[in-house]
């Protein structure tokens, strides 16, 4: 089952993640996995609900329309809703692309066009490892597909800054933040990016790919 958070509206709430906190041990930590969860995206909720908490005229908006267009929000709460919805996004996204059991290798159609795409699974891996080993200070390195195209990329995303909703979506999403590891991992975001592919899930992001190139 898909939830999105996107289809939220105010006020935002923080979905519980869909396994326990300690699941991905040995690869993603409990401690990490519950300060990030409990502390850094529930702050991200509770921010963007400060920032609406007197708009009254956009609580009958999605939080998929809100990030649409930035630039038709009031200037008083732009930047708030841009972080903070885009962080409550973004980290929705990463902990539904994490699995404690997961499949080796994607399967189906996704697979199909990982290797149309970028020639093989292997080169996929590479090319999204180097990217997110070495994105320059706070952001996300994201697999997406755009809705018109169907077509598939590797892009590194900016502090919280999402693809945009309504043309593209994430189907596997890595946040290189050091807050995703540095308590286990301290500097060494490599092995951090290692961990990432033994917890992938590979089923959940040949959904989001299939729902994003067949319903429309
Ligand atoms: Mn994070």
Not at 22 to 33: C, G, R, S, V, Y
Not at 56 to 77: E, M, N, S
Request: proline share 6%; hydrophobic share 45%.
């Amino acid at each position: 089952m898909l939830v999105d958070v996107t289809r939220q509206k105010y006020p935002f709430s923080l979905p519980d993640l869909p396994y326990a906190y300690d699941a991905l041990e040995p690869h993603f930590d409990q401690k990490t996995m519950q300060l990030h969860h409990r502390e850094h995206h529930a702050t991200y909720v509770k921010k963007l609900n400060e920032a609406l908490a007197k708009e009254d005229a956009l609580h009958q908006l999605t939080l998929a329309q809100l990030l649409r267009d930035p630039a038709k929000l009031p200037d008083a709460v732009r930047a708030a809703v841009v972080n903070n919805g885009g962080g409550h996004v973004l980290h929705d996204l990463f902990w539904n692309s994490l699995e404690p059991a997961p499949a080796k290798e994607p399967q189906g159609a996704l697979a199909q066009a990982l290797n149309a795409s970028f020639g093989s699974l292997a080169e996929f891996r590479k090319q999204f490892s180097d990217a997110a080993a070495r994105h320059f200070a706070s952001g996300w390195v994201a697999l997406t597909v755009e809705y018109a195209s169907k077509k598939l990329a590797i892009e590194e995303l900016k502090d919280h800054a999402v693809p945009r909703p309504g043309d593209k979506t994430a189907v596997l999403i890595l946040d290189v933040w050091e807050h995703a590891y540095y308590l286990k991992f301290q500097n060494r975001r490599p092995e951090f990016i290692e961990a990432f592919w033994k917890v992938v899930n590979w089923g959940h992001a040949g959904e989001v790919f299939g729902n994003a190139t067949s319903a429309r």
